[in-house]
């Protein structure tokens, strides 16, 4: 212990003392002439002895104030914790308690550079033996360093336990980007490997769930072509009446969907429809296009009727001849055509015209509880004025006219009804001196 102690004012001597009573002598030195006073005083060693002492002890203070500082506490935040909660999920649900908090530790920092390395069983809250109903509880943060303390944001919840009960829903089919998927394939049917599921919440949430859906994907399809494809693990989704997901617990959480792909085709004619009046003493001598049919995919009942694709060509004061390029339109329930543009070439020539007498007037959509009868002769019957080019005019006759009058939304009674005329060349203009005529419905 005296070699110890001795060492310790040795070290203290040579490294403190010494050396400040140097600065001293030095300083003293230097204001000698004019402080003879004070000269006296810092002469003796005993004053040096003292001085010495409450320099160092100041040093001391220093030193121990920046090693205060060091061992100082220090709080770090954990952000987004997950909470785990204790309690039996068969026969409950809760609600109102955090899927995640922050958490702040408060220690020292090596401390906590500990407990960060550590494994920790994070934060918990345990409900067991709680009844249906509303709960203040307290979340735990659980950690191996004891000397750390800790603070939740929140620390307390106020949650609500409901009884679970469950109910049977049957399935539907939801497609997911089916624009994205090839406009020449289409999903023809989508088979699940079961027609219903179980649902699991409070009764409250069970009421408003409308319907229960697989949601099929098509970006989730590898590759898709014409066949059967199979698609496992495509997820359920409850949805309440107005498309909003409802947060329940569905048994199974997904299904396996087979899936049959096909590419309906149809190869139909184009129908060059003019629109428009042409100039003054003019008509169309010949309509042609580079392209006379075209190939359709799309659904397989929509294609089935469409027979033609319709392409209005705008003539109105065509007074020469011309040429289109045209971008056809896609009819409802075709996705696809093998053609988008064609070129059209009209062809115009003097106008002509040619009367046809006695065209019959036809009756169109009457309904069929009704039936319908001129009220003269003169009413039955019609001269229609057709106009067009010569070569075109020779080659129709009154069997290429159809003179007609559309009673559909007609009831019983008397009445005066427009007379319409269209004929198989469309190239031709088609017009009935008698505009209107009287027909009885009984």
Known sequence: MKKIIRGIGLFFDKWL??????????????????????????SKKSTLVVVSLILAFGVFLIIDSESNIMIDQYAEILYDQEVKATYNEEL??????????????????????LAKQSPSK??????????????????????????LDYKLDPGQVT???????????????????????DSKL???????DRDDVIIKGPEYKLKKVATVKALVDVNEISKPSEGTISLK?????????????????IVPDSVNATIT????????????????ELAFGKSISSLTSDVTEVTIYGDEDAIKDINSIEVPIDV??????????????KPTGVTELSVKNITVKVNVDNSVTKEFTGVTIVIENLDSKYKAQALSEADSKVNVVVSGSSSNIENISANNIKAYIDLKNYGVGEYEVEVQVKGDDLKLSYTSKTKKVKVKIS
């Open 17 to 42: 003392i010494t050396p400040i009573t140097k600065l001293i002598l030095i300083i003293l030195a230097f204001f000698r002439d004019s402080t003879k006073n004070l000269d006296k005083l810092f």
């Open 186 to 192: 289409y999903i023809k049917n989508i088979t699940l």
């Open 159 to 181: 949650v609500t336990i409901y009884e679970k009960v469950s109910e049977n829903r049957s399935l539907t089919v939801d497609v997911l980007h089916k624009d994205e998927l």
């Open 122 to 147: 994070g934060v918990t809250v345990d409900l067991t033996g709680l009844r249906p109903g509303n709960h203040k509880v307290t979340l735990k943060y659980s950690q191996r360093i004891k000397s």
């Open 233 to 249: 693990n495509v997820p359920l989704v409850a949805y309440d009446n107005d498309g909003k997901v409802v947060d329940v617990e």
């Open 261 to 276: 792909i096909t590419s309906p085709k149809k190869t139909v004619g184009l129908k060059l429809v003019p629109k428009g």
């Open 316 to 329: 109105k004061s065509l007074s020469t001849n011309k040429t289109y390029n045209v971008t056809l339109e």
């Open 92 to 113: 409950y649900v809760v609600e109102g308690l955090p899927k995640k908090v922050d958490v702040t530790l408060i220690g020292q920092k090596r401390h906590i550079f």
